[in-house]
């Protein structure tokens, strides 16, 4: 979908404080210090596990607020097209039963609750999560909460940092590689370990 409006919203101001300084020049990007529940949107992010078990943190929260059927939903999709388990870096578009707000992206940030704080899963989960939304023409709108920023314990800068990388790749093209040496490269920009990310020596035009 062209035009993609993005809502970045959380509770935790110091992540919505990094947000508003890693997206201030991006138009499309409304960052929102806030529920999540009150945005009004097409679809709302579920930064779930691999499983789809929504019994806990934020997606306790949506399941509390959608009843039950949103859950196995989203479990019913992993379980018939993913033999159960949803890997970190895909997402998926589950119905969540109520008019308010049609759709959920389920995008895993951790195979099961646990310490990613040295891991690249929060850019890998917002790549997902906008690279489904895109090509989805019942969406329009998406509101994404902070991604391995609980019980991820990544910290808000890192969060911030990868949420825009994956951005930049996905809404503005940026960061094409051809060879997996350069993509190696990039993940240490990612982690913020080198200051710019590395030239394609494959491509020559």
Known sequence: MEN???FLIDINNLLVEEWRKE???????VVVSGSIFDSKVDALV????SFGIMDGGLDGKIRDKFGFQVE?????IIQAYYFGELPVGVAIIAETGSSD?????SAPTMRIPENVSNTINAYLAMKAILNVALHSPEISS???PGLCSLSGQMPPEMVSRQMR???????????????WREEKQFERFIRNEVPYP???LERKF
Do not use: M
């Open 4 to 6: 993609l409006k993005i």
């Open 23 to 29: 997206f201030s020049n991006f138009a499309d990007v």
């Open 46 to 49: 579920s930064p779930a596990n």
């Open 72 to 76: 196995y939903n989203v479990r019913k």
């Open 101 to 105: 707000c049609k759709h959920i992206i």
């Open 142 to 144: 998406v509101a994404i």
């Open 165 to 179: 990388i994956a951005y930049e790749r996905v809404v503005q093209r940026k960061y094409q590689y051809t060879h």
């Open 198 to 200: 590395p030239d394609d």
